[in-house]
């Protein structure tokens, strides 16, 4: 319903821009990967709510066909990845547009900090239930049996790695993408159409 004609066919390319950049898994310290996501790109393009649908869609293809993630790891990484990094993203990328025109620099520079801070809160949230993972599901003995490592250990990896590396290349390629979109039709920025209408409006009173 959120969606004009135009824009549902970037749903099928968003869920598929996020399935192929997620696909580039960086082993880090702390026994996990870090990787790209590219959810707030789709949150600005169609809307945070049309980016949980594209980035869940792309983790569960790829949980299922690919193991990538794994089918009993679909609720977290959904969590992580599809609500709280669009929305937490999309936020920061509209805190700092704010009522600007389309293809203001505030758009690309709001979108770029949007996906570094959401890439990073993923990754908190991420770190977070690693570390937790020894204290709720351990063995008779005490032994941790999913994730060994201390929710320390876990966030610090986790923080640091997206911080200097994964959170600039998310910020790099969202910015870029939007940069393009500005030059090419800033119309399919989420939400320009109904802004340019309440302008316009605005101006005829």
């Keep these: 319903r959120t969606l004009s004609v135009k824009q549902v066919p970037m749903l099928a390319l968003g869920a598929a821009f996020a399935f192929v950049i997620m696909m580039f898994n960086v082993p880090i310290p702390g026994g996990t990967t870090g990787h790209a996501v590219g959810a707030v790109l789709v949150a600005v393009l169609l809307g945070p709510w049309a980016a949980c649908i594209a980035v869940s869609t792309a983790l569960i293809v790829q949980a299922f066909l690919f193991g990538d993630g794994g089918i009993t790891c679909i609720g977290a990484n959904c969590l992580n990845m599809a609500v ?23 758009r690309w520079i709001g979108a770029a900090l949007g996906g570094y801070v959401g890439l990073n809160a993923a990754a908190l949230a991420a770190g977070i239930e690693f570390g937790i993972q020894p204290m709720i599901a ?24 997206h911080l200097l590396i994964f959170g600039v290349v998310e910020a790099v390629v969202t910015g870029l993408v939007v940069v393009y979109i500005q030059k090419t039709d800033s119309s399919l920025l989420y939400g320009a159409i109904k802004e340019r209408k309440n302008s316009s409006m605005e101006e005829a009173n």
């Excluded at 351990?138 to 790695?161: I, R």
């Design 84 to 106: 709280i990094m669009p929305f937490v993203g999309y936020a920061v990328y509209r805190l700092i547009a704010g009522k600007s025109d389309t293809v203001s620099p505030r």
């Design 138 to 161: 351990h063995d008779s003995a005490g032994h941790a049996l999913y994730a060994p490592y201390s929710l320390k250990v876990a966030v610090a990896a986790m923080a640091v790695e």
